[in-house]
């Protein structure tokens, strides 16, 4: 016999994985401060590439101005300008995805302790239902399960 209530939480669990789950459960694997670090230094990867490439385009348009900057002995005064601006800004984009990492850990958390929460009602709802196989006296499995968790499921 298919029980009703089962298939809506499970139905309603597999949408949640399929969705936001993916990216939630996988968060929620790590603690904030290690998640908000390997956000950071994913970042800090991306940019350095990206600022290099876009610094050598740059470089490569203004060449001749590079070349007169050499011969002026007024490189040194540009290379301290280009370093200046990639540490400033690594630091700003640090800061801003930590912000949003953390804000996107703060968020998942309680959609993954609701998930954690309906699959530890579904396990209860096998767990009655099997006991009630095997003990058909037992009270209904509805009202068991609803006596148990107090009929409660969240929604993500």
Not at 61 to 72: C, F, P, Q, R, S
């Amino acid at each position: 016999m298919v029980n009703e209530e089962k298939v809506k939480l499970m139905t309603k669990m597999a949408i949640y994985e399929s969705g936001k789950g993916k990216m939630d459960l996988e968060i929620s694997h790590f603690h904030i401060n290690e998640y908000m670090k390997m956000e950071v230094v994913k970042s800090v990867i991306v940019n350095t590439i990206v600022y290099c490439a876009a610094l050598g385009f740059i470089l490569l348009l203004m060449m001749d101005k590079v070349i007169e900057a050499v011969n002026n002995h007024q490189f040194r005064k540009y290379m301290l300008l280009f370093v200046v601006a990639y540490l400033l800004f690594i630091f700003l984009e640090g800061m801003i995805v930590r912000g949003r990492a953390k804000q996107r850990y703060l968020d998942a958390r309680p959609r993954v302790r609701a998930y954690k929460k309906n699959l530890a009602k579904l396990h209860f709802m096998y767990e009655l239902e099997e006991e009630n196989i095997t003990n058909p006296k037992e009270e209904k499995l509805e009202d068991r399960i609803e006596e148990e968790l107090d009929g409660e499921t969240i929604d993500f």
